[in-house]
Nanobody
Framework: QVRLVESGGGLVQPGGSLRLSCEAS????????MGWYRQAPGKQREFIAS???????HYADSVKGRFTISRDNAKNTMYLQMNSLKPEDTAVYYC??????????????WGQGTQVTVSS
C-alpha cells in the first residue's frame, strides 16, 4: 500500500542544478505535509524542506534561496528543484510525510532515496 519512489538524482558539478521527484502511493499524500530529507555519508538523515497540503513551505537554512519544493496533489508527486548545488549537498535524498505523526501514518517506512553527487 505504501510506496515512496524518489528519482532525478545524479552527478553534477558545483553550481549545477537537479530536479528531484517523489512519487507517492496511498491517500496520505494529498492531506499531509510532505518533506525532503537527505543523508550524507557518515551523517544522520536531516530535514531539507517541507510543503503543506495547501502549499506552505519551509526550508532548512542550508538550502534557503537555492532549493524550491513543490507538489502536485492530483499526481501524488512532489518535487525538489535544486539550484546552485554545492559539494556539501552530496547525499541520498528521501521524501516522506513531514509530521510528528509520521510513525502513526507510515510507521518506519522510507523509500530507497536518490543519490545526488556534487563534485568537480
Amino acid at each position: 500500500q505504501v510506496r515512496l519512489v524518489e528519482s532525478g538524482g545524479g552527478l553534477v558539478q558545483p553550481g549545477g542544478s537537479l530536479r528531484l521527484s517523489c512519487e507517492a502511493s496511498g491517500s496520505f499524500f494529498s492531506i499531509f505535509p510532505m518533506g525532503w530529507y537527505r543523508q550524507a555519508p557518515g551523517k544522520q538523515r536531516e530535514f531539507i524542506a517541507s510543503i503543506s497540503n495547501g502549499g506552505n513551505t519551509h526550508y532548512a537554512d542550508s538550502v534557503k534561496g537555492r532549493f524550491t519544493i513543490s507538489r502536485d496533489n492530483a499526481k501524488n508527486t512532489m518535487y525538489l528543484q535544486m539550484n546552485s548545488l554545492k559539494p556539501e549537498d552530496t547525499a541520498v535524498y528521501y521524501c516522506n510525510v513531514d509530521s510528528p505523526f509520521r510513525a502513526t501514518i507510515l510507521g518506519t517506512y522510507w523509500g530507497q532515496g536518490t543519490q545526488v553527487t556534487v563534485s568537480s
